[in-house]
């Protein structure tokens, strides 16, 4: 791994350990900023624009980066094993990620290369 993408959590000694123990470049993924407030002076006109500065949106807002992690949590989650955490080792646990993740990516292979399964099967049929 090169990149990690974390949360706001991350921010202070938890971002830092990552770059010097793990060596690796750490994104913190989190909300935009708005403006906390504006001067105003006595006879100034507000005008909409700048109302609609302080506008928050509504609704669900998407986070780029954000939906990885849990993507990959519910994959996982989705096999029986991994669904509690059975393992009395974090190795063993580590291992069975691991396994999970091999177990996606060459059913997702197999998928992709199955047209060109069945043409050599056709071909080579005995």
Do not use: C
């Amino acid at each position: 791994m090169e990149k990690v993408w974390v949360d706001n959590g991350y921010t202070g000694t938890g971002r830092t350990w990552i770059k010097e123990h793990m060596g690796w470049e750490v994104e913190v993924v989190s909300h935009p900023r708005r403006p906390r407030g504006m001067w105003v002076w006595p006879g100034m006109e507000i005008t909409p624009e700048m109302l609609a500065v302080f506008e928050r949106p509504r609704g669900f807002r998407h986070l780029p980066r954000r939906w990885v992690v849990e993507r990959t949590l519910a994959w996982i989650g989705r096999y029986r094993r991994m669904s509690k955490d059975y393992e009395y080792l974090t190795s063993s646990s580590e291992a069975m990620v691991y396994l999970t993740m091999l177990r996606l990516m060459l059913t997702r292979l197999a998928k992709q290369n199955a047209k060109q399964f069945v043409k050599y099967k056709q071909t080579h049929a005995a």
